[in-house]
């Protein structure tokens, strides 16, 4: 079945700092995927996404590009602020053959921004 | 605005009362989905639905209802709420004839507690 992998929180970091969250995955065909953010008290938001191999997606300053070879779609942000500080969720979408879509989602990364 | 709303936001219950979780979408979404969100856990999904008159249990649908019964609505029945289902639950929605390629769009959340 599909999963979704991506690196236990929480990321603890400076305001100006780089940023990464890996995130793999496991898919049978070519899923779309996606970034999606929670802000405290709210329901999960998109972030970006990329449909195809070696697109990127992008928003906020934030980057994700689809690495198929590596099946990996990693986020990134050169410099965070403290208003960054949220949990980051990867997830993949796929329709299979027989019309199934499931959505799929790894378990969140907290990222917290210290000023 | 298109959008994805629950309700109630907070709900504070005693065991074995029936009680209701209402979603509602404006976005003519076929697919529709429940989660509950628990610390460690990530999101888990209870129940999901296809299309009108079509749901099909999700990861953790024990304890649960839903119906279907127009596009837009989909609620989430607890017949006899216990203890464990004290959580926080997301409605979602998308346009999965995309073939996947439609972000979920979440609703605010229902932070439900059972004493």
């Known amino acids: 079945g599909n999963s979704v992998t991506q690196m236990e929180g929480p990321v603890t970091l400076s305001e100006e700092a780089f940023l990464t969250i890996n995130c793999t995955y496991t898919a049978t065909g070519y899923p779309s995927l996606f970034w999606y953010v929670q802000y405290p008290g709210e329901g999960l938001q998109l972030l970006l996404k990329a449909t195809k191999a070696d697109d990127k997606g992008s928003n906020k300053g934030f980057e994700a590009t689809y690495r198929k070879e590596t099946t990996s779609f990693h986020l990134e942000k050169g410099s965070v602020q403290v208003s960054d500080s949220a949990v980051y969720f990867c997830?993949?979408?796929?329709?299979?053959?027989?019309?199934?879509?499931?959505?799929?989602f790894g378990r969140g990364t907290s990222l917290i921004v210290h000023p | 605005e298109a959008q994805v709303t629950q309700n109630p936001r907070y709900l504070i219950t005693v065991t074995g009362k029936k009680l209701t979780v209402t979603c509602s979408q404006n976005m003519n979404h076929e697919y529709m989905s429940w989660y509950r969100q628990d610390p460690g856990l990530g999101l888990r999904q209870i129940y999901y639905?296809?299309?009108?008159?079509?749901?099909d249990k999700g990861d953790v649908p024990e304890g649960y209802k839903v119906s279907r019964k127009e596009k837009r609505n989909f609620p989430l029945i607890l017949e006899s709420p216990s203890p464990n289902q004290t959580s926080l639950y997301f409605c979602?929605?998308?346009?999965?004839?995309?073939?996947?390629?439609?972000?979920?769009?979440f609703g605010n959340g229902t932070r439900l507690t059972v004493t």
């Open positions: 979602a929605s998308s346009l999965w004839s995309d073939g996947g390629n439609s972000p979920l769009h």
């Open positions: 997830a993949l979408s796929f329709v299979g053959s027989g019309g199934s879509y499931i959505p799929t």
């Open positions: 639905s296809m299309n009108v008159e079509v749901t």
